[in-house]
């Protein structure tokens, strides 16, 4: 039976099940003519030139693309705007001061509803606030915050000032902090009391005071202040002369602020990632491609219509989705968001659906994880809640399995509500491949197609295209606006780890493959960087934390298939001889603790084993790839390149023993 209003399956050459969009939404989507794709690629610079005089320029710019230096572009160099009064004043300026910006839910039950002219106000305040402490273009501010709005407030007010933030993740360790703090030299920290999770306060403020108190990097302290926002009201200390409550400065400050243009290339922000070293790197984003791209996805993947919809993004400020579809995008677009604290847990599972209900949110963007478990907390759930408003579905992070999708489509969108899949990454800046819900006919587990403007390819070890049917590595052939500018401090890391390979293409880290109708399946990472509920985590940086630790000789870290979290962190590690302290037990337990206040809460090992050899190579490299399947209870595959081929045995006895 084919229903197209329903979007029912139908089936499709490969045996694949596909989802038209229904004639009903395509008549109101807005792109619903699949000429935008031909046109785009035609000639993309003027494409996107076109997109980016969608926003406010100070100056108009007269140059689209400089590719004279590459792999360093230059988008729209010699135009000018503010991102900040792109985000908010324009909207005000239009009459739109009293359209909701933001429904704000804390996770205790505390509401605030902000319009465009009070968050504009707001923003302005702080932006004379940030003034009078010292921030000015080209500084760098540190944002270390819950999920409050005072989070977007502080970064809209950094951006009006031209000045750059690095919003680290509330999750993440004092030492983490610290590290970002130092390769960027924040002048400025801008922090909380504590936020609320899981039912509880979690402090935030105390870790702040620890990071700063270590050794650092060997050179002086960059910061000089730290403002705290009260949100949770729990002691904390304030240092005399560093501290400051933010409402008792801010509060002396007016909301009159004009904003000024600044160059295109201008740095917005700086936002870390987990690479193939222990170093993370600050992947570096500026102002107007940037802008333009969020803004322009943003609209055309979940189809917004800014007068009407109730958009919410799950994801934390902490992360570049949070950056690019809670504040940048969605603000540019006038967008009526919601913002939610705390988890989705608590006080029960209803709470989202509660959300959903409650503000009529017809839009939803979260990640796969997030979908698999409420899947396992089952449907009955979600089917308590009124979710009729719901016309759109977004999901991001990792593949999304096709159970998965099946069950968000069913349960959350009534089967009726198209899902786009989104793949892109902090590097890339915004969505680069993703379904069009007016034009796409949706595969779950596929991405599918490349956005207008965007040269996405998949290739083999050459460089070379692969045929349709094949898999090979996702790379993208030409710039895009919103493409990241550098490494922080370290072109050559850029140039060697995104550029290096191919020369001419940007190499994503991704396997990909490409299907009969030329649709794109991610295939997850070719590097040694897992994918833990959608965040990135490093294999080496876990690997350094354990061995860190001074009962631990050496440590191999993998990221194992996970029902949950789609991988999780599984170490194996050998004691130091010496070490009798310890039993096997009490090191595993102690060393998932270490890794998670080392690192931060989401790098917690799944599992630790205590093993007393490592499997190698002749050469003396870790083969990861035994472990990985030895962890997954997988069939070990080839031993023969080990030096020591028993000690695979040893390991996958002791596994099959823990099943
Ligand atoms: C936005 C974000 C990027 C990595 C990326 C890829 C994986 C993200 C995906 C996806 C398959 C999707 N990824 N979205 N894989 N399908 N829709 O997640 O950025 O944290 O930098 O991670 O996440 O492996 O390379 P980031």
Known sequence: MTDTTHGTIESHSLEVESYPPSAEFTAQANLNDPAVYWQAAQDPEAYWAGRARELKWTKP?????????????????????????NCLDRHVAAGLGDRVAFYFEGEPGDTRTITYGELTHEVKQAANMLTALGVTAGDRVAIYMPMIPETIVAMLAVARLGAAHSVVFGGFSAESLRARIDDARAELVITADGGYRKGRVSALKPTVDDALALAGDGQPLSVEKVLVVKRAGNDIEMQEGRDLWWHDEVASYDGEHTAVGFPAENPLFILYTSGTTGKPKGILHTSGGYLTQAAATHRDVFDLKPETDVYWCTADIGWVTGHSYVVYGPLANGATQVIYEGTPDTPDWGRWWSLIEKYKISILYTAPTAIRACMKVGRQVPEKYDLSAIRVLGSVGEPINPEAWRWYHEVIGGGRAPIVDTWWQTETGAIMIAPLPGLTRLKPGSAQVPQPGIDVNVVDDQGGRVDRGQGGLLTIRRPWPSMVRTIWGDDARFIDTYWAKFGDQYFAGDGARVDEDGDVWLLGRVDDVMNVSGHRLSTAEIESALVEHNAVAEAAVVGADDETTGQAVVAFVILKSQQTLLSEEEAEAALKKHVASAIGAIARPRQVFVVNELPKTRSGKIMR?????????????????LADTSVMQTISQRMRAER
């Open 61 to 85: 710019f007269e140059e689209v693309l400089d590719w004279s230096n590459p792999p360093f572009a230059k988008w729209f160099a010699d135009g000018e705007l503010n991102v900040t009064a």
């Open 625 to 641: 790839r035994l472990l990985k399947d030895a962890a997954e209870g997988k069939e070990i595959g080839d031993t023969t390149t």
